[in-house]
T-cell receptor
Framework: AQKITQTQPGMFVQEKEAVTLDCTYD???????LFWYKQPSSGEMIFLIY??????QNATEGRYSLNFQKARKSANLVISASQLGDSAMYFCAMREHSGSARQLTFGSGTQLTVLP | GAGVSQTPSNKVTEKGKYVELRCDPISGHTALYWYRQSLGQGPEFLIY????????DSGLPNDRFFAVRPEGSVSTLKIQRTERGDSAVYLC???????????FGSGTRLTVV
């Protein structure tokens, strides 16, 4: 079974509008972390936001917020006031805390295009 | 340097050849991860180092893949007898401790022809 599912291969948003990128996850580990990364065409993975499984509040970082619904196992990224520079690939990832490596498991990504 | 450095940025090799990909992590980061990203996919875990030892190599696809980190800093991913299916971007990430604050490099794009 997929551990991280991103069902939107591509999304379009008008500049200055908000957009939600979907992510659902699957784990039996009670302790885990959820991440969102941005990957522009240049290839580097840029960390955006983190949500811990025990965090009571939804994470926010500037224009980014994470809509964490633990019972539904969803961790959607909301980008407010989209900018042209937000056009990139976005990946949701999970780190389960029971493993020794604590590596990230990534979804297949969503290509976001911001239209002028 | 300030970030994770990966060299070369691009590598084209012939099927059957041997390649080495280098990762220079952020100074002081004890944890180092290698990932492979195929076209249109998310990165997939290959191997994790804590210090000099490979603490988890469960993601290596077969015994043609090997990685070392002899002095606990620079790491080299080695691929023997390359196949066309090995073509991908190989990403390296480091963190100050196990599973905290990952910083990724820009990757090495490997093309096997």
């Amino acid at each position: 079974a997929q551990k991280i599912t991103q069902t939107q291969p591509g999304m379009f948003v008008q500049e200055k509008e908000a957009v939600t990128l979907d992510c659902t996850y699957d784990t039996s580990d009670p302790s885990y972390g959820l991440f969102w990364y941005k990957q522009p065409s240049s290839g580097e993975m840029i960390f955006l936001i983190y949500q811990g499984s025990y965090d009571q509040q939804n994470a926010t970082e500037g224009r980014y917020s994470l809509n964490f619904q633990k019972a539904r196992k969803s961790a959607n990224l909301v980008i407010s006031a989209s900018q042209l520079g937000d056009s990139a690939m976005y990946f949701c990832a999970m780190r389960e805390h029971s493993g020794s490596a604590r590596q990230l498991t990534f979804g297949s990504g969503t290509q976001l295009t911001v239209l002028p | 340097g300030a970030g994770v450095s990966q060299t070369p940025s691009n590598k084209v090799t012939e099927k059957g050849k041997y390649v080495e990909l280098r990762c220079d992590p952020i100074s002081g980061h004890t944890a180092l991860y290698w990932y492979r990203q195929s076209l249109g996919q998310g990165p997939e875990f290959l191997i994790y180092f804590q210090g000099t030892g490979a603490a988890d190599d469960s993601g290596l696809p077969n015994d043609r893949f090997f990685a070392v980190r002899p002095e606990g800093s620079v790491s080299t991913l080695k691929i023997q007898r390359t196949e066309r299916g090995d073509s991908a971007v190989y990403l390296c990430a480091s963190s100050p401790g196990q599973g905290s604050g990952y910083t990724f490099g820009s990757g090495t794009r490997l093309t096997v022809v």
